[in-house]
């Protein structure tokens, strides 16, 4: 099967008048449709320009980008990025900021009101479309920017530490919810995430990256029995704490080297 995102021997530098950065090194990773993916690794490894790269942010210094096989010239609808901060627009209602995307890709239609709503009901948030984003908390803004990057339908979704400026019992809800929106789906995801206890509840694979140019440094499948519980329920599951101390070790082997 062709992979849904697919990278070949990619190498990212950032050039600016005083340096070159080489953040990402002959990088080869794929995804097929339907699997949930985290990357993990040191800061500064090159996880958030991994996913700018698959988002058609930016372009490889070399190698490939591939999405469904093509390489990726520039963002599209297929690819969907959700970010740590909501980025709301705070004078639109809840509805418009979730028809945001369809507005900007000329996808507005009479049935994108319905879409909405549908949306905002999947996510628990039933009755807020005509309110503003002050008026939620945290949490509920971050599930309106999940309900914002599913209007569009995208295949992949992309994830860049959206749990992490959330309370413990609020992100857990959250995962949840992602991980059940997409599975119902059958939409791909990739995370980025600086907790490893998430990355293995959520994930079928979590991968490590080594310290820069990032590379991939190890590859973890997760057990059938993690994957197939909730996350949150999984972190209670047998293999759990074993597979967090196999790859925290691995983690901590990256972060030294990164520093030698
Ligand atoms: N626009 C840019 N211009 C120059 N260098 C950059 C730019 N963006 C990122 N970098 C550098 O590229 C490397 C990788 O950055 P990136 O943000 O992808 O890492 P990260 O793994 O996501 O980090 P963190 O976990 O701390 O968020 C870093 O050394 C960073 O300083």
Redesign the pocket.
């Given at each position: 099967m062709v992979p849904i995102i697919q990278l070949k021997h990619v190498d990212l530098a950032?050039v600016?008048d005083r340096e070159v950065?080489l953040?990402?090194e002959d990088m080869n990773l794929s995804a097929q449709s339907g699997e949930f993916i985290s990357l993990v690794?040191?800061?500064?490894?090159?996880?958030?320009?991994?996913l700018?790269l698959m988002a058609g942010l930016i372009p490889p210094s070399r190698g490939l980008v591939l999405l469904h096989g093509k390489p990726v010239k520039g963002p599209t609808p297929e690819v969907g990025y959700m970010l740590q901060q909501d980025y709301l627009f705070p004078w639109r209602t809840i509805q418009d900021n979730v028809l945001l995307g369809l507005e900007l890709t000329n996808l507005l239609s009479k049935q994108s009101v319905e879409l909405a709503e549908d949306l905002l009901e999947g996510m628990g948030l039933d009755g807020t479309s005509h309110m503003f984003p002050h008026q939620l908390s945290g949490g509920m803004r971050q599930r309106v920017a999940l309900a914002r990057t599913l209007a569009t339908n995208p295949d992949l979704l992309l994830l860049?530490?959206p749990f992490s400026a959330l309370d413990y019992q609020t992100k857990l809800q959250l995962e949840d919810l992602v991980v059940d929106t997409l599975k119902q789906r059958g939409k791909t995801g990739i995370l980025?995430t600086?907790d490893l206890s998430e990355a293995i509840a959520v994930s079928d694979r979590v991968i490590v990256?080594g310290a820069?140019p990032?590379k991939i440094r190890s590859t973890f499948e997760v057990p059938d029995n993690i994957r197939r519980a909730q996350p949150f329920y999984a972190r209670e599951e047998p293999g759990f704490n074993a597979l967090f101390h196999e790859i925290w070790g691995e983690l901590e082997a990256s972060e030294r080297k990164g520093k030698t």
């Open positions: 950032y600016t950065t953040a990402l690794g040191p800061s500064g490894c090159g996880k958030t320009t991994l700018s860049d530490e980025v600086h990256l820069r990032g």
